[in-house]
């Protein structure tokens, strides 16, 4: 063995890894536990979760202080934040900030407004339209009314104006928004960069404390929420979870095996192929898939506890043959074929993994590979040139070993105990009926009480909660407007019979080309007009003298070009043309109809809108919800279809290996009671199982196929030695203990695992003790 050749290529190795996670960037959002391929309903769902409008919308609250104090505080922040260039729409109630918008609704009035026919412009349609137009000035409205009326007198623009206006609007005093539910001045923006770009969210949130930093002097106080602000929360919390799972696992392992091991040395080495796990696994799904997220990275100190079972087996098992560095021959010669063994199941076990249809569990499954691959060749080739004869000192190894005997040689005496509890579990299973969890949110780490504050604010601004919409699409953008018109004209008479409270629609604001030229062509010609307005002005308070500056916008209007999505979304209308109309990788166009329901309580009628809109091609309705749940639906089969392919292979190496039917089933049964036992537990104190608990099992099952196999090769022997069986109950001491650990966990995705391997693991050792081949049972 070539010692300074294998450290220095363990030292490369390392540093290539280190090189590699300096430049893998770290997520959080759930994106990547949604499908990388989904149908259109779903793939609509994960384009909006990824870089959609609720990806980049931030809404704020701003309290304390009087009415008055919160509103200049909200122009002043809004002002700040419209300067800092970070923010594409910055939305506070000031009609200032509107004023682009409004000037592009006003100069395309004719083409915008629905009422544009034919009819409205002969003499009954004028006389009509006008005198509805000036029985507004002596109401609250005629202050809007009146600086336009001379050059809109059919009012178009408050027609428009107020289709626009979503239903449950804003409360506003002083000229801004304010809360419903609280005292407080409320603000939304959306940022420009995209939602999954996580370090432009934090500094366009780090922005806003910033700006509101000199406002808190005076008492006020922020709130501020949103998709941006969790993903960024999350992905802060979940790397100070990690940090603070990996340094407590690391001194409580340290701690056990320095009692275990008397020798720092043995210590110092014994954390090698963790460290080598870890880093290989981060590097290998930085290297896959540009990233990391941070449920991965928490996966990541799970390895701890697994991977450092390679270095205990060595340490002790190597020990006592003979003290002049050849303990690792007979090592390698005695209980390398069983861990080899051991690493192949699990590696086969995860393997399922890669071929889901969900990033999330692949990179689950190359972290897991990489990872063990990586702990289990530091043992083979680093750990013998390090440590010949494993670890010299034996603190309480000796008394483990006893007590590991004496705890192993009585376990066989329960094995109808064991059966019988893992009878009682199937049927508390069965009792149950689904044990599994059904909502994407329970891979989510964000705290309830952010929740609580996004849905108060939401409520108060009014803000789209995501509960159902219409997505239509099309081949093209004019096609995909011609069919947001269809859809429209639809929802209206849902509106009308109070099944929607109001929708919103990029073709209000931007129609066709096809509308828009109907539009223009029904404005008459400048002599037909004035005769019209002639005979509609006869005994009207408004002369036809007056009315020239309608008359040229009329004429003008006739003589405009067509707007095209490409115009609009380089000007004022560029925040809600990027909200509502998206343009696909593959060309395709989708125009996003968010829908209020009529009863917020109870939601949006999907039955009552498909039935509507049945016939229309390219036209969805998607209520997020339920599409959320089926998304979840599918990922959770996909991965219990894989979990069980894994487990089938699993099996079937172990087969092939043994050879021996007996011994077949006397590694096997552990590994199914461990699973059904846990699986029974959770049914029977009411614990939803989710995607995480799922790969917990799987990393039960590889981790429990080492103690069985282990188990197995003792069991040939007519006296096993304590240094091996103390080899088995440290190894499974330190995983029970650094996935206890992990179940305290704040984020509830680790902490699933935490709650199911720890038990799972402690019953697998058990259990393999338990049913272990005894000597006599060694026929083939």
Not at 148 to 158: A, N, Q, S
Not at 187 to 198: H, I
Not at 247 to 276: K, N, Q, R
Request: aromatic content about 6%.
């Amino acid at each position: 063995m070539n010692r300074r050749r294998v450290l220095a290529l363990w030292l490369l190795a390392m540093a290539l890894c280190a090189v590699v996670i300096a430049r893998t960037p770290f997520v959080a959002d759930l994106s990547a536990f949604l499908p990388a391929s989904a149908d259109a309903r779903q793939q609509v769902l994960i384009d909006q979760v990824r870089s959609g409008a609720p990806a980049r919308t931030l809404m704020m609250g701003i309290t304390g202080g009087d009415a008055a104090q919160r509103a200049a505080a909200s122009k002043a922040l809004a002002a700040a934040l419209r300067n800092s260039g970070l923010f594409e729409q910055v939305s506070n109630g000031e009609n200032d900030a509107w004023a682009d918008i409004g000037r592009w609704v006003f100069e395309r009035r004719y083409t915008l407004s629905p009422a544009i026919t034919p009819e409205r412009f002969q003499a009954d349609g004028l006389r009509e339209a006008i005198d509805e137009t000036l029985s507004l000035l002596g109401t609250p409205a005629g202050a809007l009314v009146k600086p336009i009326l001379e050059r809109d007198p059919t009012g178009e623009t408050r027609r428009i104006a107020e289709a626009l206006i979503p239903a449950g609007a804003p409360r506003t005093q002083d000229g801004v928004w304010i809360g419903r539910s609280e005292p407080r001045a409320v603000l939304m923006a959306s940022t420009r960069a995209p939602g999954a770009d996580l370090d432009a969210m934090q500094r366009a949130i780090d922005r806003i404390r910033a700006d509101f930093a000199p406002l808190a002097a005076q008492g006020l106080a922020l709130q501020l929420t949103g998709a941006p602000v969790f993903a960024v929360d999350s992905r802060a919390g979940i790397e100070r979870e990690v940090h603070l799972l990996a340094a407590a696992g690391t001194v409580l392992m340290s701690a056990l095996l320095l009692v275990a091991f008397a020798s720092l040395a043995a210590l110092g080495t014994a954390l090698l192929p963790v460290a080598s796990g870890v880093a290989a696994g981060i590097a290998a799904v930085g290297l896959v898939f540009g990233n990391v997220h941070g449920v991965t990275l928490g996966f990541g100190s799970t390895l701890i506890g697994e991977a450092v079972d390679y270095a205990i087996y060595y340490l002790i098992q190597a020990r006592g043959h003979g003290g002049h560095g050849d303990g690792w021959r007979h090592w390698l010669r005695e209980n390398w074929p069983t861990v080899r063994l051991g690493l192949l199941t699990s590696v086969c076990g995860f393997a399922a993994l890669l071929f889901s249809g969900f990033p999330g569990l692949q990179q689950l499954g190359v972290f897991s590979i990489a990872g063990l691959l990586a702990a289990v060749a530091t043992t083979r080739w680093l750990m013998p040139v390090l440590m010949p004869d494993g670890a010299r000192g034996l603190g309480l190894r000796r008394q483990l070993g006893r007590g590991a005997r004496r705890l192993f040689g009585w376990l066989p005496r329960t094995r109808a105990i064991w059966l019988a509890l893992g009878i009682f579990a199937v049927v508390a299973m069965v009792a149950r009926g689904g044990i599994w969890g059904t909502e994407l949110a329970s891979l989510s780490p964000i705290n309830p009480a952010l929740l609580a504050l996004d849905a108060s604010l939401r409520a108060d601004l009014g803000a789209d909660d995501g509960g159902a919409l219409v997505a239509v699409q099309a081949a093209d953008a004019e096609a995909v407007l011609q069919r947001a018109e269809a859809v429209g004209t639809r929802l209206d008479r849902l509106v009308d019979a109070n099944v929607l409270a109001g929708y919103s629609s990029v073709a209000r604001f931007l129609p066709s080309l096809a509308t828009q030229q109907q539009r223009r062509a029904a404005l008459p010609a400048p002599d037909a007009l004035k005769q019209a307005l002639d005979a509609a002005s006869v005994d009207s308070p408004l002369p036809a003298a007056r009315l020239q500056p309608f008359a040229d916008a009329v004429e003008q209007a006739r003589q405009q070009a067509d707007d095209t999505p490409a115009q609009a979304a380089a000007g004022a209308l560029a925040p809600l043309v990027n909200a509502l109309l998206l343009q696909g990788p593959d060309g395709r166009w989708t125009a996003l109809m968010p829908l209020t329901p009529a009863d917020p309580a109870k939601g949006v009628d999907a039955n009552r809108v498909r039935a509507a809109l049945a016939g229309l091609d390219g036209v969805e309705m998607i209520d997020i919800g339920v599409e959320l749940k089926r998304v979840y639906q599918r990922y959770l089969g996909e991965a219990q279809a894989q979990a069980l392919i894994g487990a089938g292979v699993v099996i079937g190496l172990i087969a092939l290996s043994l050879r021996s039917p007996r011994r077949f089933v006397a590694v096997c049964q552990p590994l199914l009671l461990a699973v059904l036992l846990t699986m029974g537990a959770c049914a029977a104190i009411g614990v939803p199982l989710g995607i995480l608990h799922l790969i917990g099992l799987l990393l039960v099952v590889a981790v429990g196929s080492n103690y069985a196999l282990f188990f197995d090769l003792l069991r040939e022997q007519p006296q096993p030695d304590d240094d091996t069986l103390a080899s088995l109950a440290l190894a499974n001491l330190t995983l029970v203990l650094s996935f206890a650990l992990l179940a305290f966990s704040a984020i509830p995705a680790l902490s699933a695992m935490g709650r199911v391997v720890a038990p799972g693991a402690l019953l697998a050792l058990l259990l393999s003790a338990a049913f272990a081949p005894r000597p006599a049972d060694r026929s083939a």
